[in-house]
């Protein structure tokens, strides 16, 4: 039987959130898609039945809005950039613990647990990964209990974790893998389906 999960989530303050994409949506205010993206993911997320904590690591007013709406835990923001802010957000869990990006508009919650569970099939003391669609960059890290996360999140950071000793998942897990930084990213999460939010605000727009 699986064991449940706490997830963690950092966002950045949308005015810094998601640069590349800004303007990806003609019409649409880019701290407004940014959010869209962010609660889309936490909303898939809490979605999934073998997730049991959602933790938010975010300064931003109107994203910890968002994530309390969704049943997630706010946790104020670090010093240090997205790795520290991983590493916050997992400090004091005694269980298995799982570092997701908050942006995965197109996110199934099945697929999630699929790979959550693949990862529980593994080896009980070896962090995993699942690398995003174009295989340099990561999705997901998790860490069995008593595992330090250890983050590499950054420019080729699937070969950073890989290098740590972390081990790749792979699987058919398409909405997982969809991270999107630029507006052929927001397209290819629109043509897999986008949660409600972001579908709200890109429906009959051009995204690339």
């Given amino acids: 039987m699986s064991q449940p999960w706490t997830v963690v989530v950092p966002v950045k303050r949308l005015t810094a959130a998601k640069t590349r994409l800004r303007g ?46 969704t049943g997630a835990r706010v946790l104020p923001d670090v010093a240090g950039g997205l790795n520290a802010a991983f590493r916050h957000g997992a400090a004091g869990t005694d269980g298995w613990v799982a570092a997701l990006t908050a ?3 197109a996110l199934r919650p099945a697929e999630l647990a699929a790979a959550l569970a693949a990862a529980q099939a593994g080896p009980p003391d ?3 990964f699942v690398a ?15 595992v330090p996360l250890d983050p590499r999140f950054g ?27 630029t507006a052929d990213d927001l397209a ?4 897999l389906g986008l949660g409600s ?6 429906d009959g727009c051009r995204t690339g």
């Fill in 126 to 128: 070896v962090r995993r």
């Fill in 132 to 146: 995003d669609a174009p295989g340099t960059g990561t999705v997901l890290l998790v860490a069995p209990p008593r």
């Fill in 24 to 69: 990806g949506v003609p019409g649409v205010p880019h701290e407004q898609l940014a959010l869209a993206l962010a609660g889309d993911t936490l909303t898939a997320v809490r979605a999934c039945a073998v997730v049991a904590e959602v933790r938010v690591v975010t300064d931003d007013p109107r994203v910890a809005t968002t994530a309390r709406l």
């Fill in 155 to 181: 420019p080729g950071s699937a070969a950073a974790h890989a290098a740590s000793g972390a081990r790749p998942l792979t699987g058919d897990w398409p909405s997982l893998r969809r991270d999107v930084d």
């Fill in 197 to 202: 939010a972001s579908a709200a605000l890109t």
């Fill in 188 to 191: 290819a999460a629109a043509r």
């Fill in 103 to 105: 942006d995965l508009p």
